[in-house]
């Protein structure tokens, strides 16, 4: 939904809570190493640009050589 669609609460409890606690647990996925690179070649990806969930996977699987499905749908589309 559009940001406006959001009551401050949801808005804050998304973004501030529920969104770094998915990249906390993409971490433990990955490992620290991994996780590191993905993060590096992220911010240089995506620089000066507009990231999408299907493209955070889509980078993310690439360095894990995994497939990230199951951790997306819990914490990204429940």
Known sequence: MPVANYSDAEYSA???GRGPF???ALRE???DETFNAFMQDYAESNAWGI???DSIQQL???H???DLSSLFEEW???
């Open 22 to 24: 998915f990249f906390e």
């Open 51 to 53: 990231a999408t969930t």
């Open 29 to 31: 996925k990955l490992g």
């Open 64 to 66: 894990c050589d995994c």
């Open 14 to 16: 998304i973004i501030y």
């Open 76 to 78: 990204v589309y429940p």
């Open 60 to 62: 993310a699987q690439q």
